[in-house]
């Protein structure tokens, strides 16, 4: 065994044992700036592990109102009981004991009713009469446990108000929609929105628990469940882009494998090709694990993608090989070729390097890596894999006429520099709508299923998607005050219709401020006591009964202050960590907002409180795609740049660098221009597609510029590069077919551009006389 193959078998086994303990991950902070704005930061918290990245909202539907009624009860009971949720909400009162507990001990510093007048003669008279009404309606079985300790009625504020403040439409003792046919549930996740794994768990013991009340209501076979939510969307497009990759990659295996096949008549010739594509990617996925610790899923999704140039090396090899020549002889005459190409793809992708967001630089260091171990491996470990027998394939019967069309080719220059011109004119025409602004426009949930959410959304009066209240500060305290700041403001805009209700993290732990003033509210014992006694007046209600309230009154008084510790072991603390977030030191309120008509109005309203602002989600989402994008096209042009550099040195000559960086230009325009007809927005999916037609691109034209195109060698040259061409075109025309827009983005602009940048690369090159 020679030394290329043991450093070789070296390289793979040390690969394979990075990776094995290399973690993988879909957190997409690795492709956030690596200083980021705090809004960026914000951002991407909220979608990674927000209040609205974790619910799931349940719909039951297709059957009479008991029905629907009996199947939420049965599908809500088993999910409580279930580790996967923070909370489980059908409106049959969602709050449990632990939480029930903590409001009822801590109801005067919650509630921010409570105030001086609450408990003067007058205010005290006219909670009496209230009670009296409650007491004469359906609400009476629940206050009269309550009463005589709670009067004013704080406690079943709170857990109203906590339990979500939603006008809800009960019948049969459940939540449903206006109309009464629908049945709603809503489940909070404890995992994060991002970890779709668990939010698959999630979702799956919802289909379990709903399958099991089915079979234990009667009708309930007809019932039909509907799920949406982040989560949700998160697990079906995943399970969607596993299915595309899955079928189209297979479907275009399977003919590049057939193709090759016709073509090698060798399974062994076959296999060889794929050694240097399964090298390069191991090498890549190795390296980034080594340099940053993990791997990002996206990067291994796109790098597998970018490494596909690599298949062409082999190709290279064995479709040119000289039967006088054997496999070692060709691959010397034609290594300064592959290696100029490779400097060109690794010159375009050094670029990425110089990004500011991690997950470009990841997907640099992949492809980067994997080229060069991939072209290594095609120069150092082929030739000893290959047989010494093998001395090349039978030449193509079309490869004769071939080379005379390549031959032909050249007086299509000018046709060809018109139709770029017209390219490059409707490109420029149509560049203010050539780009996808919003980041919604490349999302892979249907429009359909868009429609279910915001339905779902507005009858279950879920958080706002696109809105909320965000508040920083350097400390928990001063950023609960900023909070309670807010929310004042908020609360004034409620009743014009402005939003339907907020919520914060003050409601669940007042800022020490408001603690001392909401206990001060309440009166001594002596005070309270004769302020009740003249509120009796008029009412039947025995002043013994109100005892319990006086002593709890009392103990508010002189109870210490609340803390964070105080809701350990209640579901409430999930919904203050979600809302109150400590980032090492600086702390930021999030106040999601419901139904949201006026965002001017509110920004208006928090233009007086130090700290807080609106946050638009959307526009934020948008801004950063934008960044992106410009990022991406400055490095693409310092890469082209860099290429252009490259070519004259190897060169020395301006002519043939422009032979080979004419073709590029050409296709990449018409490329575009094609695109762009197609009625195709681009956005950055395509952009990495279009970095990929320069580099696969860049070895047509250098074959084409350097090589002989003339007798067996012209017809074994121009056969090789329609056969990679072919596998190409193939390998990403199969993933356009999808309908996930990263794959449909960079496979369709790849199949088209590499296509024309074949053809312009035949037509600008020197007649095969020459």
Known sequence: MNRALIVWLAGLALSVGIILHTPFTTDMSAFLPRSPEPTQQILVDQLRDGVASRLILVDFEGAPTATLAAISKAVAATLRRAPDFSLIDNGEGGIGRPDQDYIWRNRYVLSDDVTPERF?????????????????????????????HDPTGETLALVRRMAGEAQRQIREGVWTARDGTRALLLAQTRAPGFDIDAQEQALGAIQHAFAAAQRSVDGG???????????VFGVKTRAQMKHDVSLYSTLATLTIVGLLLAVYRSPRMLLLTLVPVVSGALAGVAAVGAWFGFVHGVTVGFGVT??????????????????????????????????????VSICGFAAMLFSSFVGFVQLGVFTIVGLAVALAVTRFVLPSLASRRYTGLREAAFAPALLRLVGRAPKLRLPLAALALVALGLVALRSNGLWQDELSSMSPV????????????????????????????????????????????LKRLIPAGVLSGYDSPDRYLPSAATQVRRKAAVPDRATLSANLAAALDGVPFR????????????????????????????????????????????????????????PGRIAAALEGVPGAKLLDL???????????????????????????????????????????????????????????????RLSIFNLFGLLLVVAVGSNYCLFFQRGHLTGAAGRRTVASLLLANICTVVGFGALSLSRIPVLTGIGGTVAIGTALSLVAAAILTRPAAS
Do not use: N
């Open 120 to 148: 003067t003669a007058a205010g005290l008279h006219q909670a009496l009469q209230q009670d009296l009404q409650l007491l004469s309606s359906g609400m009476a079985p629940l206050l009269k446990g309550s009463i005589g």
């Open 221 to 231: 076979a007809a019932v039909r469940l509907v799920a949406t939510g982040p989560g």
């Open 306 to 343: 970018l490494i596909g140039e690599a298949v062409d090396y082999a190709i290279y090899l064995f479709a040119q090989t000289d039967p006088a020549e054997g496999p070692s002889g060709t691959l010397r005459r034609i290594w300064p070729t592959l290696r100029l190409g490779v400097l």
């Open 446 to 489: 249907s429009a359909a299923d868009q429609a279910i959410d915001r339905d779902l959304r507005r009858d279950v009066g879920a958080p706002d998607v696109r809105y909320m209240v965000v508040a920083e500060a350097d400390d928990q305290e001063s950023l609960l005050e900023a909070c309670e700041r807010a929310a004042a403001g």
């Open 543 to 598: 002043p013994e009964t109100f005892t319990p309230f006086l002593e709890d009154a009392a103990a508010a008084r002189e109870a210490p202050p609340l803390t964070r510790a105080a809701l350990d072991g209640t579901l409430l603390s999930l919904k203050l960590d979600a809302l109150l977030i400590d980032h090492a030191g600086h702390w930021v309120g999030v106040m999601p907002l419901r139904d949201v008509s006026d």
């Open 618 to 680: 959307k526009a934020e989402s948008d801004r950063l795609l934008h960044r992106y994008r410009q990022e991406a096209l400055l490095l693409g042009m310092f890469g082209c740049g860099v290429i252009a550099a490259l070519l004259l040195v190897s060169f020395r000559a301006v002519g043939p660098a422009l032979a080979v960086l004419a073709p590029l230009g050409i296709s990449v325009v018409l490329t575009l221009a094609l695109l762009t007809l197609g009625g195709h």
